[in-house]
């Protein structure tokens, strides 16, 4: 066993003293963190609590103010945003983010694409093998398979998400981050997409983002809670529920 | 009530048939419109022109339609296109071919220096970047008096015969002139259908569809809209290089604003984002140009009322509206 790579290392994510500031606001202030490999982690908080801005910060949409993020060891605090999905990291966006004019296998098959060919412009796209099928695969993994040939905007609300995930797992990514993966979603909804991310944390490391505390207390292993953009408590969910701190910030909040 | 519908249905499905073969062969099918095509229009000059100037547009939708980038300085790289083949052939006496080749590179230079300053900004910020640069390309070609003739065009681009692999083409004829234009534009439909079917023509639909997406996935928006705005030079400027040799002479008016909004204006017309739509806008365009004004000096009055009327009322373009009764 060798830890000098960092890719045996329990540790996937690291964050060093991030901070990150808009104008004179400070949404997050000096945020030190590790994400293990092995477990589902979630990053819970009230509104405005910088949940989405860490959030950007580790998937990489735009780098810290100041401070560090490595991942695996490798410190990618300034690469760019589509290096991200070539080194492993794949994420789901909060606001639903795909690609509405085509269909819904296309969707998926171009996420796959991007793995093999970017920037060929003679040979025709349906020649590269295999694509279609793999598409078709996590189409399915997700419960999109019958959906495949329709338009991604057609889709009802909860089945975007659905495929966002699944162009997500195109990347083949060993972390997944998810923005608020149940937001807008019925009940119904909400529960077979919970078990698909539990489903999905079998063979990769998932970190999400959660308004809602008491729908992740029962599926993570660990719980971050930030508050002002300040790490309010860390732990097990057990441990947060039982953190004062915690319940004075949850107190009178009125669970969505 | 079951039957009726699918008596209803019945014919849409059989088009619908018709247009995927359509739709598979298309290259094809546009190369036998093209061969015809002379032979019903007015005169053969205004078939060259349409030619031409379809090639152009189409090559500004490949980034307008295709990318989603609305440029308002395409007259940079179609003028660019033409000046680099005409000077290649009055001040260097290039055989035509090396000097179209000229106008090729030239446009996608021209393209990848307007893109690589331009690239980084979106929407009306990108049109009034990519009109300001076209700008100084104009005045670029307007100052070089000695290269480009200035005011008064570059003239001299004589050629009078065309030799393709041993066989002579008399180029001085029109109709001979036409057919020789139509290969170059029939080639060039052909390496942008084959552009549009390759992995980077999904890569162009995702960075339109959703661009912090196509990031997410893996692809870098910025470079793709580069190669994009280069391909498209690329086309812009063998339209330009076909065009100095079709008229003999470059002028000036080439790298006029008026360029640059006539393409954005086809392109509407036609259809944009789709494959034919703009060379249907070129047509039309040019058509209604020529034969409006053969009754009144006021043509222009009469095309902005039908350009109006097609943005009111068909917004998908003559060509998209068609595209979509077919295929609904």
């Known amino acids: 066993m060798t830890t000098l790579t960092g890719i045996s290392s329990k540790v996937i994510l690291r964050t060093s003293g991030v901070s990150k500031t808009f104008g004179k606001f400070v949404a997050l202030n000096n945020i030190s ?3 293990s490999r092995d477990a589902i982690t979630s990053i819970i908080g009230p509104n405005g609590a910088g949940k989405s801005t860490y959030f950007n910060l580790l998937s990489g949409a735009f780098p810290p103010s100041s401070g560090k993020v490595e991942f695996e060891g490798r410190d990618v605090t300034n690469v760019a945003q589509h290096e991200f999905a070539h080194m492993g990291i794949a994420k789901s966006f909060q606001i639903t983010n795909v690609f509405p004019l085509l269909t819904t296998r296309e969707n998926v098959r171009v996420g796959l694409q991007a793995f093999v060919s970017r920037y060929e412009i003679w040979r025709p796209r349906a020649k590269l093998p295999g694509l279609v099928d793999k598409a078709d695969e996590l189409l399915a993994l997700v419960g999109l398979w019958d959906r495949r040939e329709r338009l991604a905007k057609e889709l009802a609300h909860g089945e975007q998400r659905a495929l966002e995930i699944g162009m997500a797992l195109a990347a083949n990514p060993r972390l997944l981050l998810l923005d608020e993966p149940t937001a807008g979603m019925s009940p119904e909804e909400t ?3 919970m ?3 539990v489903k999905l944390a079998r063979e990769r490391t998932v970190i999400l983002v959660e308004h809602k505390m008491k729908l992740v207390m029962g599926i993570s292993d660990r719980v971050l809670v930030l508050h002002h953009g300040e790490l309010l408590a860390e732990g097990t969910p057990t441990e947060v529920r039982q953190n004062e701190q915690v319940k004075r910030v949850y107190l009178g909040q009125r669970e969505h | 009530m079951n ?16 247009f995927e073969f359509a739709k598979r062969h298309r290259a094809f099918l546009a190369s036998t419109v093209v061969l015809v095509f002379p032979l019903v229009m007015p005169f053969t000059a205004l078939a060259v022109n349409i030619l031409i100037y379809g090639l152009y547009a189409v090559g500004f939708n490949l980034l307008f339609g295709y990318l989603g980038l609305l440029s ?3 007259a940079a790289l179609f003028g660019t296109g033409a000046y680099l083949c005409g000077i290649a052939i009055v001040h260097f006496a290039w055989p035509w071919y090396a000097a179209t080749a000229m106008g090729i590179l030239g446009g996608a230079v021209m393209a990848a220096g307007i893109g690589a300053l331009a690239i980084r900004t979106r929407g009306i910020y990108f049109a009034m970047v990519t009109m300001a640069l ?3 390309v104009f005045y670029l070609f307007y100052q070089a008096i000695n290269w480009t003739g200035g005011e008064n065009g570059l003239r001299g681009i004589n050629v009078r015969t065309i030799d393709i692999f041993g066989l002579q083409f008399d180029f001085i004829n029109p109709l001979t002139r036409y057919y020789v234009i139509a290969a170059f534009v029939i080639l060039a439909l052909f390496a942008l259908s084959r552009i549009l079917a390759s992995p980077f023509g999904a890569v162009i639909e995702a960075v339109r569809e959703n661009e912090a997406r196509a990031r997410a996935s893996g692809y870098n928006v910025t470079l793709t809209r580069l190669i994009t705005f280069i391909l498209s030079g690329a086309f812009c400027g063998l339209a330009g290089a076909l065009m100095a040799l079709h008229l003999s002479v470059v002028p000036i008016e080439i790298l006029h604003i008026e360029t640059s909004g006539m393409v954005v204006m086809m392109s ?3 259809g944009m984002g789709t494959f034919f739509g703009p060379f249907v806008g070129a047509a039309v365009f040019l058509l209604l140009e020529n034969l409006v004004s053969l009754w009144t000096v006021h043509w222009q009055l009469i095309v902005g009322a039908v350009f109006v009327i097609c943005v009111l009322f068909f917004p998908a373009g ?5 595209l979509k009764r077919i295929n609904p």
Do not use: K, N, Y
């Not at chain 2, 519908?5 to 499905?13: A, N």
């Open chain 2, 3 to 18: 039957e009726l519908s699918q008596t209803l249905t019945q014919p849409v499905v059989a088009s619908a048939a018709w």
């Open chain 2, 268 to 270: 509407l017309l036609g």
């Open chain 1, 195 to 197: 078990d698909l991310i």
């Open chain 1, 191 to 193: 529960r077979v997409m």
């Open chain 2, 72 to 74: 308002f300085g395409h």
């Open chain 1, 33 to 35: 963190a590790e994400f």
């Open chain 2, 318 to 322: 003559i060509w998209g509206t068609i």
């Open chain 2, 134 to 136: 076209s700008q100084c």
